[in-house]
């Protein structure tokens, strides 16, 4: 578990660098497509979340029906 813990961790550090560098470039005069690129890593980032999320519910989940006395 600490292995996914930190590969979602790195991922989602990375996405939010991305879409905050995104979402300033998108205030430059000009820049067309930055605003929905930095959206769309806002998007990636909820989604790493959520599974992170759901795995440790269901781990925990799965846990306990294992170890049940």
Known sequence: MIVFRWIVGV???IFAVAGSVSF???LAPGATGWLRRARRF????WLLLLLWFNV???GRVVY???HWH
């Open 64 to 66: 306990t029906l294992i």
């Open 24 to 26: 300033f470039l998108s």
């Open 56 to 58: 440790e519910v269901w």
């Open 42 to 45: 806002r998007h990636w980032i």
């Open 11 to 13: 991922l989602s550090a």
